[in-house]
């Protein structure tokens, strides 16, 4: 079959025109697979990777994907708050190794603000049990100091030092910005891969003290977007009278127990709770559930790519029946030369097995470049982080797959060609 | 060894149609001898070269080419001896036309380590040789495509495979018929004198009776067929 390879390879050159067609459509398709793959990997590991090691996710009364979404994932809103004696009845359980108060609802420049104490870079985890490290500066040692992420600091140039000032609500443009609160940067976190990276954090006193004289949303009556630290419930009224800025609320906390063994009891007794109606989730399990429902989504992608790869199967099925009748002259002159209509079968099926090659290759080429080339942007747009290591065992398996389907579809022009090249012989039909 | 490049007895053919096309009781061509077969279209002349050559399996009868009974062979084995020991020109289109000059010419030594055993001292240097002998430049550019040279070229290129690796019969199918009177006659020459370098039986089918001269033996169809098609199947 050696002699067969040149040869196969040089025939395609010769129709080199509607050979690179059909190479395009078979990259395309393979480079849609191996995308939709890949951030579908992505997608799955950025979710994954998020939290570790916290036991239960406490929040006001919700679905466990809603909790879950917005506080870990900074996405969506709270609709309530959660009381702060709720928070410190649990933080003071027994079982209870340690607790890490959220409060979210401003933003600077489009990054969420988040206000949190000491102990959520003490006890935080993600990817693989790893805790938050700072790359330069320390935590925040009172309310004029906010750490930020990694994403943050280099999107917006901010070194330690540097002045920021927090705006009201979550949009990029905020019309109400705390200007008169200004924060002094005091650490910058390493890149972790999740929404850590793109977070802005303040202690609870400062959220408290930056709303303390804000009525309904805004300074005296100008009205503004709902907020989280608005005064939902009367205790925010009464809290606003004791002389020391008080914490309303906060927006859920995280909790981690001393035992595995309580986690269950203890998520129970909170979604129980009378006094307040809390939600608790196990994270691994609401990340379950999530990727449940976005699971169905990029299932159907893959189905869809998988189709446009046959579609491009089907397109070098098309164009390698069509010239066949143009080759019986090709095959009686290789029969005549001592080519075994057996040859004339395995040229075909090599024929269709080089293109495919070539395709997939391409796509493959083109699908790292291109995600190479918007990691970043799907990182900060959409919170996907891609493992950027180049081709790997999936592609080695995907080529395997689509050469092979390839090599299928060849079957057809191959038996074709194979019972012409019988029936014609040395002659010539046209 | 036989003294015969092919030696037919009794040979019988007939297409899916059942009429007979060919039914020659004998006809024999010894090894070095130059035979020009003469025949209208439609005359069977084509079917009988593809039973010689192996590409079709013979009804009935005997068909030994070189001593070998073709009808014994299987027919991965027939295509294996045809490319071993038989070089084949063509009307015209010999050539495939995504290959060099010199690739068309080796195309032969591709598929059979006979043919790649016996040109010397290697098959470049020999495809080289015999494309010079037949007036086609290689000091240009061997790689050249087919495509740049005319159709007589292309028939000198064809007989240069037909001859590499020294086949010891070599069969052309109305080979001239698309050259004009001068080309015809210069192909012919060369034709001939390199059957004659190499020892190979050479059987030239034509229906123009002006060429059979120059052969060592001329006969017609009519004279080996008794079979009369009305038309040929090919």
Redesign the interface.
């Known amino acids: 079959m050696k002699p067969l390879v040149g040869l196969a390879a040089r025939s395609l050159w010769n129709r080199r025109g509607s050979a690179a067609l059909t190479v395009f459509a078979i990259a395309i398709s393979v480079m849609l697979l191996v995308g939709v793959e890949t951030v579908r990997i992505g997608a799955r590991e950025s979710f994954a990777r998020t939290i570790s090691g916290t036991d239960l996710i406490v929040g006001a009364r919700s679905g466990p994907i809603n909790l879950l979404l917005y506080s870990v994932f900074r996405i969506g809103d709270a609709t309530t708050n959660v009381s702060l004696q709720s928070f410190e009845l649990v933080s003071r359980h027994p079982d209870v190794a340690w607790t890490i108060p959220i409060s979210l609802g401003d933003s600077h420049r489009g990054y969420r603000v988040m206000g949190t104490n000491g102990d959520y870079f003490r006890h935080y985890r993600y990817g693989n049990r790893q805790a938050l490290v700072l790359a330069a500066g320390s935590a925040f040692e009172d309310d004029n100091e906010a750490v930020i992420g990694a994403e943050v600091a280099s999107r917006l140039g901010y070194a330690i030092g540097d002045k920021i000032t927090i705006a009201h609500g979550i949009g990029e443009v905020s019309f109400a910005e705390h200007g008169d609160h200004p924060f002094r940067i005091s650490g910058i976190l390493d890149p972790t891969g999740t929404p850590v990276d793109r977070t802005v954090h303040v202690s609870l006193d400062a959220i408290a003290e930056i709303h303390e004289d804000w009525q309904g949303g805004a300074r005296s009556a100008v009205t503004a977007p709902r907020h989280p630290y608005d005064g939902d419930d009367p205790e925010s009224a009464q809290a606003e009278e004791v002389a020391r800025p008080a914490l309303a609320g906060i927006t859920a906390f995280l909790v981690g127990m001393r035992s595995k063994d309580s986690v269950l009891q203890m998520q129970r007794a909170l979604n129980e709770y009378r006094a307040e109606p809390l939600t608790a989730v196990i994270p691994g399990v609401a990340l379950q559930q999530l990727w449940q429902i976005v699971g169905v989504a990029d299932r159907a992608l893959f189905v869809v790519a998988t189709f446009v790869v046959l579609a491009g199967l089907i397109g070098m099925l098309t164009s390698i029946l069509t010239s066949l009748r143009e080759r019986r002259r090709e095959m009686a002159i290789l029969r005549s030369v001592g080519a075994r209509p057996l040859h004339v079968f395995a040229l075909l099926l090599l024929e269709a097995g080089l293109l495919a090659l070539a395709g997939v290759v391409l796509g493959i080429a083109a699908a790292h470049t291109a995600l190479a080339a918007t990691t970043s942007l799907l990182a900060s747009r959409f919170g996907l982080f891609m493992e950027t290591g180049g081709p790997g065992v999936y592609d080695l398996v995907l080529a395997g797959a689509v050469v092979s389907a390839a090599v299928l579809a060849g079957l057809v022009p191959a038996w074709l060609a194979y019972r012409n090249s019988l029936a014609d012989g040395l002659t010539i039909r046209t | 060894m036989t003294e015969l490049a092919i030696d037919i007895e009794g040979l019988t053919f007939a297409w899916n149609d059942g009429l007979p096309v060919l039914d020659i009781p004998r006809f024999e061509v010894r090894r070095g001898e130059r035979v020009f077969l003469r025949g209208p279209s439609g005359s069977g002349k ?1 079917t009988l ?2 039973i010689v ?1 192996g ?2 399996r013979a009804g009935r009868g005997r068909v030994c080419v070189l001593g070998e009974d073709l009808g014994l062979l299987s ?2 084995r027939r ?2 001896f ?3 020991h038989i070089g ?1 020109v ?1 009307q015209m ?7 060099s000059v010199m ?1 068309n010419v080796l ?2 030594a ?3 380590a006979v ?1 790649r055993g016996r040109a010397k001292p290697d098959p470049a240097t020999e495809a080289r040789r015999l494309l010079n002998e037949l007036g086609i430049a290689t000091t240009r550019s061997p790689a050249r495509l087919v495509t740049e040279l005319s159709i007589g070229q292309q028939q000198r290129v064809a007989v240069a ?1 037909a001859l590499l690796g020294r086949p010891e019969l070599v069969i052309a199918d109305e080979p001239t018929s698309a050259l004009d009177s001068d080309a015809r006659d210069g192909f012919l020459r060369l034709l001939m004198a390199e059957c004659s370098a190499t020892g190979a039986a050479l059987l030239f089918v034509s229906h123009d009776t002006a060429l059979g001269g120059l052969f060592d033996r001329q006969l017609s169809i009519d004279d080996v067929n008794r079979a009369r098609p009305q038309l040929e199947q ?1």
């Open positions: 084509s070269l593809g050559s590409v079709l027919g991965g295509d294996e045809r490319a071993a084949l063509f289109f010999n050539l495939l036309p995504y290959l690739d195309l032969p591709r598929f059979s043919r495979r090919s």
